[in-house]
């Protein structure tokens, strides 16, 4: 659809582009990324023929750029610009018919039915539609971009040229205007060239993106692909971390601040911050902790200050029990989205925790444990199910830095020494017969102060994961001993 080779040019014979070269193709979402100064608007006013270029070449439908008249021109391609240069006051349905123009003909440029079912078709489509009789210069910045955004539609182009089109839209109007734009892509072959500067939501939208720096490509990809962190920490010359999108497989770019003062302060975690009750054992931390757990609440990734394990009846069944932890975190003065927040039906008083330390980190770890629905993985088919109230739970405080990694290996090694410790006190599942692995409901809590000494690994043989080991192993025997001996005395 679009062809640009070897294009070179900028403005007053300085220099802004060198050597362009790529391709766009018909119905294809396109997005155009780099720095202030890249070259990104000079690039988009070239390949609409607003400003001529030095070198190189231009292409539409295999057609020359420079052979087209300005009306052929308008005909095939339309502008949404950064800004509005509207001087007068038009409503806002005479702003938009003025796409129609290139569509007429003759001295006397009469208004079709045609024309009117595009122009309020356009008009629909980004939601201006129910202001089309106000002025447009008594709109605000956002109502004015969707309206010219209706303009262009109204144009029919096959090529929609956009200069970032988000930058004055709410939440809900970027994503209707992207959804819109991609749905158009698809439905309709539009093809769709946009310059971003927000990252994510052109890894979220565009089938291709380019990278300008300097004005020169970079890179031309697929998003996950031009999206890398090396890459864009170079061109942009900032902190990022790349993390995939939680719902849909895009990349998902975050500006990491500089820390500065307290933030860079090692923090312990350790029994100073731990309450042991009869109704719950409660940990609070200073700083929110970057955690990975199966909690009722705070279960996936994200990051707390508060960690609760609460004591509940053998008996405990709630319809949604989602909904009532939150409520129980609430009347405790909790924020249940700032606490990771588990059950057990163990005795509290049975808990088991430990502090242990390595040259720049250290671990500490708390278990509570009991074996009354203990289950052999290998065999959990021949066992019906259950949502009893967790049996082991384990927490994990590491202080120190963890790599994305190093949370799942931390998890893989406390289960392996969980496993350890339930053979060697010959815990047997009573369905089976065999050694038990664990029980029913199990949960685990690996949490990080996220200062400090760098972890890239936990596997059982690195620094972190001998210190993971030894802690869950010693306070899952010590916690299953001391809630055999709390179930003797009763």
Request: net charge negative; glycine share 8%; aromatic share 8%.
């Amino acid at each position: 659809m679009l062809e640009v080779k070897g294009l070179t040019g900028g403005y007053h014979n300085k220099a802004v582009l060198d050597s362009v070269s790529f391709d766009v193709h018909k119905g294809e979402l396109f997005g155009i990324l780099g720095p202030n100064g890249s070259g990104k608007t000079t690039l988009l006013s070239m390949l609409s023929g607003v400003l001529d270029y030095k070198g190189g070449s231009v292409r539409i439908s295999g057609r020359d750029l420079k052979d087209y008249s300005s009306k052929q021109l308008a005909q095939v391609i339309a502008v949404l610009p950064q800004h509005s240069s509207l001087a007068f006051s038009y409503t806002v349905k005479e702003t938009v018919s003025l796409g129609r123009y290139a569509h007429q003909s003759g001295w006397f440029h009469s208004w079709s039915a045609e024309d009117e079912s595009i122009v309020q078709r356009v008009m629909e489509q980004t939601g201006v539609a129910d202001f089309q009789d106000l002025h447009f210069d008594r709109l605000s910045g956002g109502e004015r971009q969707r309206v010219l955004l209706a303009q262009a539609l109204a144009q029919e182009p096959e090529i929609l040229f956009l200069d970032e089109p988000t930058n004055h839209l709410d939440l809900s109007y970027q994503k209707d205007l992207l959804d819109l734009m991609r749905k158009m892509a698809k439905e309709q072959k539009l093809t769709v060239i946009s310059i971003f500067h927000d990252l994510n939501l052109a890894g979220l939208y565009c089938d291709r993106l380019m990278l300008l720096e300097k004005g020169q490509i970079q890179v031309v990809d697929v998003p996950n692909e031009v999206l890398q962190q090396e890459r864009i920490q170079g061109v942009y010359h900032t902190t990022i971390e790349k993390h995939p999108h939680p719902a849909l497989p895009k990349p998902q770019m975050f500006i990491v601040p500089e820390k500065h003062g307290q933030d860079t302060i090692p923090l312990e975690i350790d029994d100073s911050y731990l309450t042991v009750g009869f109704e719950m054992i409660q940990l609070k931390s200073p700083i929110p902790l970057r955690t990975m757990s199966s909690g009722v609440t705070g279960s996936g990734t994200g990051w707390h200050k508060h960690f609760v394990n609460r004591h509940v009846h053998h008996g405990y069944d709630c319809e949604d029990h989602h909904v009532e932890m939150a409520d129980y975190l609430t009347t405790h003065g909790l924020e249940p989205q700032e606490t990771v927040g588990m059950m057990t039906a163990v005795f509290l008083d049975t808990v088991a925790f430990k502090l242990l330390r390595a040259e720049d980190f250290s671990v500490f770890i708390i278990v509570t444990a009991g074996v009354g629905n203990a289950i052999d993985a290998s065999l959990a088919d021949r066992h019906s199910w259950s949502s009893a109230p967790g049996t082991i739970n384990t927490w994990i405080f590491v202080n120190g830095h963890l790599a994305e990694e190093a949370y799942i290996h931390s998890i893989v090694t406390a289960t392996e020494a969980k496993v350890k410790a339930l053979h060697d006190l010959h815990v047997m599942d009573k369905v089976t017969n065999t050694c038990a692995t664990g029980t029913s409901t199990d949960s685990m809590l690996i949490a990080a102060t996220q200062r400090g000494a760098k972890l890239q690994y936990a596997g059982t043989i690195t620094p972190l994961g001998k210190l993971i080991s030894r802690g869950v192993y010693d306070c899952t025997v010590e916690a299953l001993t001391n809630n055999r001996k709390r179930i003797e005395e009763l």
